[in-house]
């Protein structure tokens, strides 16, 4: 028998607490790397190349405070701007849904197009879109979700604004981080409205990322002390602000995934503590057999590091696949686009799995060094 085989038999003896221990790591460490990639994804939003380059400009005592479309004339002259649009969040549920997880945005067509230069044209025609005032212009990943194709009708009832839109989609759009908005013509909106003469944002360009702290300082000087001050910033910062409305999204994970490491440790000990407690008088027999201690410590943390690595493949290898394979959108009714269990967190899974087979061996193994031969040997008398 080699040391390998005896250490697997030892490790096996009751298979079905071995069962349990592996299957109690697995879930751990595939609910840990679950919650850190979400984590992650909560917290570092997905950008694009072209989205450092972009520019959101809000009313500066509250978002939900309109621009004067005025300020249109004073935005496109500021040195650095190479275009800008209304963009208007309109929030209508579309169909008959309580809910619904893409949003809509009020733009002009001609300026927008200069703003989304990552985006390409998949169906349809652009040029249409701008033509017919009643059309929209839509995501690819909406347009697979719900069957849509070009011609179809799009009803959304109003929510923020008394109003409901009925659009025909003319144009269709991937290859930005966000293949789901919907965008229509900001004069449609205004006509339904009334022509209010105002607008939710401004959307701009900058000619260079070099440039882009210079055109939100301009930005702000340019309406600092008027009846509408704006409040600039890049589109990831805008980002970053809405999930701060979430609250401490990093506290709140980070102290469940201790409690899930946590509730692993003292599971693991308690086995790995039952398993070599009745080996005792076994772990003497070897002692005398003239076995080091540093032997015997190695023949227990083989057994637990075993273990451990076992769970942590089955685990972190699960939850690798079930988030690659699944429809993500689908699952979470639209509420992340991505959820990528990234190299980096599957080594901090793995890792936590390495460092837990260590701690679960080293109470026993201190158990078994202080054990006498002749203690060990009436333990199990």
């Known amino acids: 028998m080699t040391f390998a085989s005896f250490i697997a038999k030892n490790a096996l003896r009751n298979k079905r607490r071995a069962l349990l221990t592996v299957v109690s790591v697995a879930v751990s460490c595939g609910l840990l790397v679950t919650l850190l990639t979400l984590q992650r994804e909560l917290t570092v939003p997905p950008e694009s190349e072209a989205a450092s380059l972009r520019v959101i400009a809000r009313n500066k005592v509250s978002l939900a405070q309109p621009l004067p479309a ?6 496109e002259k500021i040195p650095g701007v190479v275009a800008v649009s209304p963009f208007t969040y309109f ?3 579309f169909r008959d849904e309580t809910v619904t997880s893409f949003a809509q945005f009020a733009v002009d067509p001609a300026r927008f197009r200069d703003l989304i230069v990552e985006g390409k044209i998949a169906d ?6 701008i033509k017919d005032r009643t059309s929209c212009f839509v995501g690819a990943d909406t347009m697979k ?10 009803r959304f009832t109003g929510t923020f604004y ?9 144009a269709v759009f991937q290859g930005t ?3 789901r908005g919907v965008f229509f013509h900001h004069k449609l909106l205004d006509e339904l409205m009334g022509n209010p003469g105002t607008v939710g ?12 702290n210079d055109v939100i300082a301009r930005v ?10 704006v409040r600039a910033e890049t589109e990831r910062a805008f980002q970053m602000g809405f999930i701060s409305m979430l609250g401490n999204v990093k506290m709140l994970i980070g102290s469940i995934s201790a409690v899930v490491v946590f509730t692993l440790v003292l599971v693991t000990v308690s086995t790995m503590s039952m398993a070599i407690r009745e080996r005792f008088r076994e772990l003497a027999v070897l002692k005398a057999l003239g076995f080091k201690r540093t032997e015997l410590f190695g023949f227990i943390l083989a057994e637990s590091f075993g273990l451990a690595a076992l769970g942590a493949w089955v685990g972190i290898g699960g939850s690798w696949a079930f988030w690659t394979l699944i429809d993500l959108q689908k699952l979470t009714n639209g509420f992340l686009l991505y959820f990528e269990v990234t190299p980096r967190i599957m080594a901090t899974g793995a890792t936590v799995a390495a460092l837990l087979g260590i701690v679960s061996a080293i109470g026993p193994a201190l158990a078994v060094a202080r054990t006498s031969v002749v203690e060990g040997l009436k333990t199990l008398d």
């Open 145 to 154: 979700r719900y069957g849509l194709k070009i011609g179809d009708k799009m």
């Open 220 to 229: 702000d000087k340019a309406f600092e002390n008027s009846s509408a001050e």
């Open 177 to 179: 981080v966000d293949d």
């Open 91 to 93: 929030g209508g549920n």
């Open 70 to 75: 005025k300020q249109l004339s004073v935005v």
């Open 201 to 212: 944002t401004w959307y701009l360009r900058v000619a260079s990322a070099d440039v882009a």
């Open 124 to 129: 349809g025609s652009y040029d249409d879109f």
């Open 162 to 170: 008394p109003v409901d839109l009925d659009l025909k989609i003319l």
